[in-house]
């Protein structure tokens, strides 16, 4: 899906961050915070993939049961899911190479902070992207390196071994029938021309 080669490869690199509200009530998820770091795609290329963050973390956000983690991979990225029993979620998006148990741990503390921050709150909120929250931003930047983010992923150690994390491909995670080109196709969070390059990419990647 990101049909964009980026400009400089750093290794190991979150490329966008979401608190998702997720719960029964609502039709299809709402990316309610998002932090991207799109520094490594070129200007004119920001727009359209943010566009597609927004729109995986929808999708996958969707597919993901309450109190399960999964990890989606797909030609070269992986969008990190976890969805609260109360129905508040989030979404790391990641290069290959970023552990997944490191992200895993990102989310429960970043959904921990917000929901003691913002109480219920977040379960009324009906606009994407409206909630400010400023330490989104700070868990971006912090846990670009793994290895920093270590000290605090060994207090979670213990944790994460009783904690399954299902790996999983796209077409494992969309239901039977369902096609990526087909979501992308129908989707409103796409502009014209994000749809565009996914074919054109699509056309150069086969």
Not at 41 to 57: A, I, S, W
Not at 94 to 99: G, L
Not at 171 to 186: A, C, M, P, T, W
Request: include cysteine; aromatic fraction near 10%; charged fraction near 25%.
């Amino acid at each position: 899906f990101f049909f964009f080669t980026r400009t400089h490869h750093g290794t190991m690199k979150i490329i966008g961050l979401s608190i998702v509200r997720a719960d029964s009530g609502i039709q299809d998820p709402i990316p309610i915070v998002m932090a991207c770091d799109l520094s490594s795609y070129g200007f004119f290329q920001r727009q359209t993939v943010k566009e597609m963050l927004v729109f995986l973390t929808k999708t996958f956000s969707k597919r993901t049961q309450p109190g399960q983690r999964q990890s989606i991979t797909h030609e070269g990225y992986v969008v990190h899911c976890y969805v609260r029993s109360d129905g508040l979620g989030g979404t790391v998006i990641t290069d290959t190479e970023y552990p997944a148990r490191v992200a895993f741990v990102l989310l429960g503390q970043l959904l921990e902070e917000f929901s003691t921050a913002q109480g219920d709150s977040w379960k009324t909120v009906t606009t994407p992207e409206s909630v400010t929250f400023p330490p989104v931003e700070e868990y971006l930047a912090k846990y670009q390196d793994p290895a920093a983010a270590d000290k605090v992923t060994k207090i979670q150690k213990d944790l994460d071994e009783t904690t399954e994390i299902l790996h999983k491909t796209i077409d494992s995670v969309l239901e039977r029938g369902v096609k990526l080109d087909n979501l992308v196709e129908r989707s409103d969070d796409l502009s014209k021309q994000s749809k565009m390059f996914y074919k054109q990419a699509k056309k150069t990647n086969s």
